[in-house]
């Protein structure tokens, strides 16, 4: 019985050394993957306040003008 759990045991942990290099890359992935859609957003947000400044401006010229 305790050889049985011995082997058992070692089993366990072959296998978890096994799968430590592909929760690692999940990590990584999972990471880079939440990195690229902060940059995304923050590069959307400058593209939409320069849409907002240059409606703003047009508006502006617009009361100007008129």
Known sequence: MQSKLKHLLWLCAILSLMLIPFFSSLMANIIHFA?????HAFLTGIFISKVRVKMLEKRIIHVLYS
Do not use: A, S, V
Not at 35 to 39: A, H, I, L, N, V
């Open 35 to 39: 990195q690229y859609r902060r940059e």
